[in-house]
């Protein structure tokens, strides 16, 4: 699951890279606010599921 994870972020960020030569920072804080909430939302599920919180 972490390498198809990986996989997918390289391709969103190489995506239609060819054509651009700035960056899109539009696209780079979406991916990293999604990373974010995504490992936010896993440590509130595996704290609630250790019973540590």
Known sequence: MR???M????TALTFSK???KRIDWD???LIY?????????ALYVFG???ARW
């Open 33 to 41: 606010s999604t990373a974010v909430t995504v490992g936010l939302i």
């Open 27 to 29: 696209r780079n804080v």
């Open 18 to 20: 060819a054509g651009r």
């Open 7 to 10: 996989k997918a972020l390289f």
């Open 48 to 50: 609630k599921a250790t």
């Open 3 to 5: 390498r198809f994870a």
